[in-house]
């Protein structure tokens, strides 16, 4: 697992080949990472929700172990629903925001409990759950249900910025964003833009 991708993408104006660019580039260099599934493979909702609230405010290379050690120990939302809280903060200790684990907790027990452990698979679903804002809700209906969801953070809008060679103009990469979205016509690589 490198932290900086070997190759670059080159700047370009947005066009039709521009998601296509994006992700070849991103099958290149593409990291391995736990939570992420073979292309073609459907993603498991409970652990693309685990990471995406395990990774706001945190460094890949931080969640991976949390990560893996909260799936050996709550393998399904069921089992994580059935926790007790305090053993839950125990196993965030060193994560920070405790906030997040506090909400990752209320959530377990709504789907556990009143979705019968199924997560909801719209964006605007995912976002009356505790703990799931916009950008968590897009990135789990793009990677978990192939949803045409956009996940924005800071982050796509610096890739996008250097993409597109937008330098400080916020409209101008919105512009961008939406011009990607009207234009993947191919409904799986949501998922992929989502972890691109």
């Known amino acids: 697992m490198t932290a900086v991708a070997r190759k670059q993408l080159p700047l370009r104006p947005a066009g039709p080949d521009t998601v296509d660019a994006l992700l070849a580039w991103y099958d290149e260099e593409r990291r391995d990472l736990p939570w992420r599934t073979r292309r073609g493979r459907r993603a498991d909702p409970y652990g693309v929700w685990l990471s995406e609230i395990m990774l706001q405010q945190t460094t890949v290379k931080a969640v991976i172990p949390y990560y893996l050690k909260f799936l050996a120990r709550w393998p399904t939302v069921e089992a994580l629903a059935a926790a007790e809280l305090d053993d839950v903060l125990a196993a965030w200790a060193g994560l920070g925001y405790y906030s997040r684990a506090r909400n990752l907790y209320k959530c377990a027990q709504v789907v556990a409990h009143e979705l019968a452990g199924v997560f909801p698979q719209s964006a605007a679903e995912l976002q009356k759950l505790p703990g799931i804002g916009p950008y968590t809700a897009a990135a789990i ?31 101008r990469r919105i512009e961008s964003l939406e011009w990607i979205q009207r234009n993947t016509l191919d409904v799986a690589a949501y998922a992929a833009l989502a972890e691109a």
Request: glycine share 10%.
């Open 141 to 171: 209906a793009a990677i978990a249900f192939d949803q045409r969801a956009a996940a924005v953070d800071g982050n796509v809008e610096r890739v996008m910025a250097r993409l597109f060679g937008h330098r400080g103009n916020t409209r």
